[in-house]
């Protein structure tokens, strides 16, 4: 009776249909769902009519159950549900990969820094601007890594989307061959700006020769290298367009001295009071801590017009051998007019041939004119020579 009375409430919902619940052909419908339970029911009550009443609650469920069931059937298509979980899915897990891409980064760009940190103090020493160039060059690589990463995420979220990327990326190749054609020298200049930041063969408060220009260097940045002269001239040079560059102060330097004496003097000795004058200097404070080596001698160079020219040098710290220079020429000076020891200056010998006759001059009572009239009889006197 229980079993009859539940169908008629179900049929009177239109539950027995024989239709499968829409996008999943593998569960029955509703109807079959509830009359095994409906079965088992009614067997029960007819052993025990005891339970009439909690039986009609359950089966006031069980009708209420169907009929939720029913409803979202119609008015839900999970067929049409599944893809669009499935791309937002997709979607999320692309956003959390990037994610994850650039906290890596974050934290490899510091130990890269290290890396390069010391590799430059190899080559060049401690130095507080390693650090900072090492700082700078990280920057640009975890900017650039960055921003590829999240590129990339955008182009597969915009596919994952429904967005057709085919045009998107056929007009940013065009746009990027157009950049590449107008921008090309702005590309080489930081190109070969970050190679001159890599391998440290320049820093700032270095003198160098860029070109043949000169001066202290006072910014090295990814496109340009800034030089001021000693007049207080600046000059920019792009990094592309860098063929020379000449560092005068890497590591450490060195001041070469021509020194030209007589050629009556004892070279030997010359040279024996150069050395004691650079010793001198080597145990004074002011200029111990400036000289790395003592001073070396090239020996005689060459024989000029009017003097014998010993070259030396002295290797002092970078920057510095102008400072030792200029003060050890003071001190030479001062030393060969102490030992009479003579500095030639150029000067020239006038032959006029045997033909001309001897001329006395006497210059304290020698005006203008006859100066001129002088040297007019000099001349005519050397047109009548054959």
Same mark, same amino acid.
């Given at each position: 009776?229980?079993?009859?009375?539940?169908?008629?409430?179900?049929?009177?919902?239109?539950?027995?249909?024989?239709?499968?619940?829409?996008?999943?052909?593998?569960?029955?419908?509703?109807?079959?769902?509830?009359?095994?339970?409906?079965?088992?029911?009614?067997?029960?009550? %007819? *052993?025990? =009519?005891?339970?009439?009443?909690?039986?009609?609650?359950?089966?006031?469920?069980?009708?209420? /159950? &169907? #009929? @939720? $069931?029913?409803?979202?059937?119609?008015?839900?298509?999970?067929?049409?549900?599944?893809?669009?979980?499935?791309?937002?899915?997709?979607?999320?897990?692309?956003?959390?990969?990037?994610?994850?891409?650039?906290?890596?980064?974050?934290?490899?760009?510091?130990?890269?820094?290290?890396?390069?940190?010391?590799?430059?103090?190899?080559?060049?020493?401690?130095?507080?601007?390693?650090?900072? %160039? *090492?700082? =700078?060059?990280?920057?640009?690589?975890?900017?650039?890594?960055?921003?590829?990463?999240?590129? /990339? &995420? #955008? @182009? $597969?979220?915009?596919?994952?989307?429904?967005?057709?990327?085919?045009?998107?990326?056929?007009?940013?190749?065009?746009?990027?061959?157009?950049?590449?054609?107008?921008?090309?020298?702005?590309?080489?200049?930081?190109?070969?700006?970050?190679?001159?930041?890599?391998?440290?063969?320049?820093?700032?408060?270095?003198?160098?020769?860029?070109?043949?220009?000169?001066?202290?260097?006072?910014?090295?940045?990814?496109?340009?290298?800034?030089?001021?002269?000693?007049?207080?001239?600046?000059?920019?040079?792009?990094?592309?367009?860098?063929?020379?560059?000449?560092?005068?102060?890497?590591?450490?330097?060195?001041?070469?001295?021509?020194?030209?004496?007589?050629?009556?003097?004892?070279?030997?000795?010359?040279?024996?009071?150069?050395?004691?004058?650079?010793?001198?200097?080597?145990?004074?404070?002011?200029?111990?801590?400036?000289?790395?080596?003592?001073?070396?001698?090239?020996?005689?160079?060459?024989?000029?017009?009017?003097?014998?020219?010993?070259?030396?040098?002295?290797?002092?710290?970078?920057?510095?051998?102008?400072?030792?220079?200029?003060?050890?020429?003071?001190?030479?000076?001062?030393?060969?007019?102490?030992?009479?020891?003579?500095?030639?200056?150029?000067?020239?010998?006038?032959?006029?041939?045997?033909?001309?006759?001897?001329?006395?001059?006497?210059?304290?009572?020698?005006?203008?004119?006859?100066?001129?009239?002088?040297?007019?009889?000099?001349?005519?006197?050397?047109?009548?020579?054959?």
């Amino acid at each position: 009776m229980m079993l009859n009375e539940g169908l008629r409430v179900i049929r009177k919902f239109d539950f027995l249909s024989s239709r499968p619940l829409p996008g999943r052909g593998d569960l029955a419908p509703p109807a079959a769902v509830l009359l095994p339970p409906l079965r088992a029911f009614d067997l029960h009550n %007819r *052993a025990s =009519t005891e339970n009439e009443q909690e039986g009609c609650n359950q089966l006031r469920f069980l009708v209420k /159950l &169907a #009929l @939720v $069931m029913k409803l979202f059937s119609e008015f839900t298509d999970l067929s049409a549900l599944y893809p669009a979980l499935q791309h937002a899915v997709r979607i999320v897990v692309i956003l959390i990969a990037a994610y994850i891409s650039t906290r890596i980064i974050a934290k490899w760009v510091p130990r890269l820094r290290k890396r390069l940190v010391e590799q430059m103090t190899r080559r060049a020493g401690p130095d507080v601007e390693l650090e900072k %160039r *090492a700082a =700078t060059l990280g920057g640009i690589f975890r900017k650039t890594i960055n921003v590829c990463v999240w590129l /990339l &995420a #955008l @182009v $597969m979220v915009l596919r994952e989307a429904g967005f057709d990327i085919g045009p998107l990326l056929a007009g940013a190749g065009v746009v990027g061959i157009a950049v590449g054609f107008g921008a090309q020298n702005l590309v080489t200049d930081v190109a070969s700006g970050i190679f001159l930041l890599l391998e440290n063969r320049v820093q700032i408060n270095d003198v160098a020769i860029i070109n043949g220009t000169g001066g202290l260097v006072e910014a090295i940045n990814l496109r340009t290298i800034t030089l001021r002269g000693l007049d207080g001239t600046l000059h920019v040079f792009t990094n592309g367009s860098i063929n020379t560059l000449s560092n005068m102060t890497h590591s450490y330097s060195y001041y070469v001295f021509d020194i030209g004496v007589a050629y009556k003097e004892d070279t030997d000795r010359v040279v024996k009071v150069l050395a004691s004058i650079a010793d001198e200097m080597m145990r004074e404070d002011e200029y111990k801590s400036c000289i790395l080596e003592p001073l070396e001698v090239l020996g005689v160079d060459k024989f000029a017009d009017s003097a014998v020219i010993i070259k030396v040098r002295i290797k002092t710290a970078p920057i510095k051998q102008w400072l030792v220079g200029r003060e050890m020429n003071r001190r030479i000076k001062k030393k060969f007019d102490e030992l009479g020891i003579e500095i030639p200056f150029p000067h020239v010998s006038l032959y006029f041939g045997e033909a001309s006759k001897p001329v006395s001059l006497s210059l304290k009572e020698l005006d203008r004119e006859q100066l001129k009239v002088l040297i007019r009889e000099v001349l005519e006197e050397s047109k009548k020579q054959p």
